[in-house]
């Protein structure tokens, strides 16, 4: 007679288990309150610039935090587009703020003065995120545009001189400033700010600069050797649980969220799964329905489905699924990936095959509230048979202006 | 910090939000920002009962926790108090 | 107990009694958003 495997208790849920079949609320809740912005980075992941005339008013705001307050959810992250220039944006945080619900927010300090800084660091409610994609002018203005990098250093320099504690410091990874994660470290520490590095994904206008901007698979490795290196002081927003097959997972419960412990309400209440998957197929319901965000929270089709247990698919047999956990859904989707496959940068290279192997049209985000610049803002090239949107800088001259290349004597 | 025994009183902190959920709770405290996870209903019932009045051992009692599992219960408000999500009443 | 099905409450309880994880932090900056 063997010995019983009785002996051993049987494993206990793991946490991750919970969270995978879902909460009562969200923990990790975005709600980007405009699509308006006073910048057009690049690689925005919601393609935002004009403001949508269907925003939600500032009383439905405020219906939405009733609710959320009915449903305790803890905290909400708040973003946009560039959240303060609606004018309604501090009576909306206060009244989040007086109701239980703690705020955090994300600007590129357009509209920090030194007197918002000391209201905010008044606060203790509200914890701020500037955004900052380069250590340098150079290379962040290439990515956000000419004096933003002057624009968020100076919010930071306000905020830190009011006291605020509760400051992060935020950067989307790209081939342009992984050289430059010590300065970026310097940065924040210099104004008390908690430094977050987080993963571009292809979304929104992300989706066009995605292939030059992503960082290489060898810089792959040395930020993620970077990060072990700096353990829980440096934030991820569990960006880079893709990587943990190069030797173990980093901090954070490496687990893709979406529908389950995370959603986005967007500007104009509709609920997506994922602030990183704007996108139909990701779209559960809106709060302006009958039943409020509540109930497509509990309710709605898309978290159901989401919230059942999932095979993991072609990537199950590997052994390092446990963590890697088929990496980030957002990402699969916009690179026409199957979502039960590898991340299209899967390090240990199934992602690239796939999408070598991959005759998929690779689906294009569902809104644009891009800036209408004119001449028309240059875009990367999409080396893709796809005409969906413009492509690439006009043609000719003639093709931005009628009067290019006129001379008038 | 002292040692949690069943004498101790304690009561949870003034800043704490505690939501129910299936497998237990969750419990935030909106000062430290920190998040704990209640593994199990009947410690959420334990932490339910702890009050001002009320020492670890009536709240365990409340919650009709089997003997075999006090000393996790204890470990585990220990571990509560240590992240400031209870805090102790003076005596 | 020989039963390989789903333990029952009580038999979880046990579990996680001998496991000594009745309390679990968890890092809200761990997980997955924008901000």
Redesign the interface.
Known sequence: MSTTV?DR?????R?ID?FE?G???P??L?WELTYACNLSCIHC?SASGRRDPRELSTDECKAVIDELQRM?V??V???GGEPTVRSDFWEIVDYATSH?I?V???TNGVRITSELAEKLAAN??V?I?ISMDGATAEVNDAIRGPGSFDLAIRALERLSAAGMT?LKL?VVCTRTNIGQLDQFKEIADLYGAQL?L?RLRPAGRGADSWHDLKPTQEQQRELYQWLLAHG?EV?????FFHLSALGGSL???N????GR??CLIDPVGDVYA???AIHEEFLAGNIRGEGGFGEVWRESELFTRLRAPQTGGACKSCAFFDTCRGG?MAAKFFTGLPLDGPDPECVRGFGEDALADSTAERPKPSGDHSHLTSPPRPRAVRLTLEMQRPTGPPVAACDASPLAGMQMN | MTDITPESVLRLHDRVSVRPEPFGALLYHFGTRRLSFLKSPSLLAVVDALGEDRTVADALSIADVPDAQRPAMIRAITTLRDSEMLVEVAA | MDSMTTPAPADVDATLVEANELVEDVSIDGMCGVY
């Open positions: 009785l208790p049987a494993p206990a849920p946490l919970h079949s909460l009562n609320s923990i990790c975005t992941l305790q803890f905290y992250n708040i973003g239980d703690g955090k927010f994300s203790d409610y914890d995120q509760r935020s977050r987080t829980e934030l991820t927003g569990d960006s901090p954070g419960l687990l893709c969220g979406a412990v995370v994922c602030p990183f980030c």
